[in-house]
């Protein structure tokens, strides 16, 4: 039994099997999302470092200075510290949409595929849907899809747009599409929602001032914990009336944290260090998509960090691809019996580009 040295604890000493043991097999080159990085040493240092109190009584100073910073880069009022991206988009839409009436959004959108239907279970709100386009979206389809009050109808409340789109390719929304929706959103009277867990790629990739955004929206989510490699945290951004009430929306759901500043910690490090470098990772995107790109397996082009790909017209399905590349140490993200997905992140280099390249194009080629 080896003993432990005050608290360290020595392992024992490998035996002669463990010595002439083969080497480890390197870590597999995981694609499936960019949820999968794990905390730098620098953002375990400010972690680690970071001074608490206790946020439910709004008396963390690290929580107040990454919700006060964040506020700030999209030019708001306020910020609202939130546990994960589902949850800020939730305390977003309830405070756009009161029970019973509607949210319009992308049938592919985040808000109605993989909350589970939140919107309509926590929040009692109604949802109708566009045919999924991704960012291409027409303004002129959402403005005809708008209800006003009315005998019987269900009157559209807000508007929700994803920027960057996940499920459509990491794509992401003109400028102008997006002035367009503000001008329909206010003339309409509605809200203007954006969940931007990956607004910080589409900044990146179309060098949009993320102030730029924020005029836009009423209200947006944006994830600390995607590509900008925290290991928590979201905020919703809004007005200072309306982020005091989501505070309340927020407990409500469960969602008070307490010495939650280790967290903004790690947060307020990565909007320091983790921004720029998304460019790097928008350019191993394009690297995986021009090697698959011969084999026709692309389903759209690759703007950010994301690489989707419709295997209809190759030999493979998606699960099968999937457990393909698992076995030769790449995972890929499988989405639907032909769709299947890469998704470059912090957590990857030019060495496990290489090898994801030399995995794929050697299956796409069988
Ligand atoms: C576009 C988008 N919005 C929201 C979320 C939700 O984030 P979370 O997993 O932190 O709830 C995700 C997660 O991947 C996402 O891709």
Redesign the pocket.
């Known amino acids: 039994m080896a003993e432990a040295d005050g608290d360290q604890f020595s392992p024992a000493a490998p035996g002669p099997a463990a010595a002439a043991a083969v080497p480890a097999a390197p870590a597999p080159v995981d694609l499936r ?1 960019d ?1 999968v990085t794990r905390p730098t040493p620098g953002m375990r240092a400010a972690m680690a470092a970071a001074e608490v109190g206790d946020d439910v009584y709004a008396e963390d100073p690290t929580v107040n200075a990454l919700e006060a910073e964040v506020a700030a880069l999209f030019g708001h009022e306020a910020a609202l510290f939130a546990p ?4 800020a ?1 939730q305390i977003a839409i309830q405070l756009l949409v009161p029970p019973g009436e509607e949210l319009l959004c992308d049938a592919d959108a ?2 109605v595929t ?2 589970i239907g939140a919107a309509a279970a926590v929040g009692g709100v109604s949802t109708r849907t566009w045919s999924p386009v991704g960012a291409d979206l027409d303004p002129e389809v959402v403005a005809a899809m708008v209800r006003p009050d009315g005998y019987h109808a269900v009157p559209t409340r807000a508007i929700a747009v ?1 920027q960057t ?2 499920r459509g390719g990491g794509g992401v929304i003109p400028l102008a599409t997006l002035g367009q929706l503000r001008r329909i959103a206010d003339e309409a009277g509605v809200g203007l929602h954006c ?1 931007g ?2 607004i910080w790629h589409a900044h990146v990739a179309d060098g949009v001032p993320l102030a730029t955004y924020g005029a836009l929206f009423d209200t947006l ?1 944006v ?1 600390l ?2 590509g900008l490699g925290a290991p928590v945290g ?1 905020l919703v951004v809004g007005s200072a009336e309306r982020i005091a009430w989501g505070r309340t929306i927020r407990k409500r759901m469960g969602g008070g944290m307490r010495q939650a500043g280790v967290l903004a910690a790690a947060g307020r490090y990565a909007l320091r260090h983790h921004v720029e470098r998304l460019a790097d990772d928008h350019a191993r995107a394009a690297r995986l998509a021009d090697a698959l790109a011969p084999f026709g397996v692309l389903a759209g082009p690759v703007r950010t960090n994301i690489v989707p790909l419709d295997l209809t017209k190759c030999g493979f399905d998606a699960p099968a691809l999937g457990a393909a590349a698992r076995e030769r140490g790449v995972l890929v993200s499988v989405l639907g019996p032909r769709i299947a997905r890469l998704v470059t992140h912090h957590d990857l280099d030019d060495t496990g580009v290489d090898r994801a390249i030399a995995v794929l194009t050697e299956l796409f080629r069988r």
């Open positions: 999302s949820t994960t991206g589902s949850m988009n985040h808000v993989y909350e994803e789109h996940n969940d867990a990956r989510s994830c914990s995607k979201s």
